[in-house]
């Protein structure tokens, strides 16, 4: 079954730092695109990071590079968000979605809170 779970949310104060981990079944990370997305309350969502799967290459909107590195692990098969220096405008619910072929496959969700 194809299925990304994701976990590592939580409350915290701004500039401390928190992990997301995005736990992937029924494909292989690194196989395709994947990456983190995010969405405040009253916004679109957009898309925060992601890893290439051409070339490995990750990238990051502007606001969070610096502070946010994603990674991924074979063994395991999950893809990592370190977020550092947290700000209360990263408050929202985190995303780990996956471009598989013509399908984009997403996870539950977790929600992220910065307080000031």
């Known amino acids: 079954e194809l299925q990304l779970v994701e976990s590592g949310g939580g409350l915290v104060q701004a500039g401390g730092s928190l992990r997301l981990s995005c736990a992937a079944s029924g494909f292989v990370v690194g196989d395709d695109d994947i990456g983190w997305l995010r969405q405040a309350p009253g916004k679109e969502r957009e898309g925060v990071s992601c890893?290439?799967?051409?070339?490995?290459?990750?990238r990051y909107i502007d606001s969070v590079k610096g502070r946010f590195t994603i990674s991924s692990d074979s063994a395991k098969n999950t893809v990592y968000l370190h977020m550092n220096n947290l700000k209360p405008d990263d408050t929202a619910v985190y995303y780990c979605?996956?471009?598989?072929?013509?399908?984009?496959?997403w996870g539950q969700g977790t929600q992220v809170t910065v307080s000031s």
């Open positions: 979605a996956a471009a598989l072929g013509s399908v984009a496959l």
């Open positions: 890893i290439s799967s051409r070339d490995g290459n990750a």
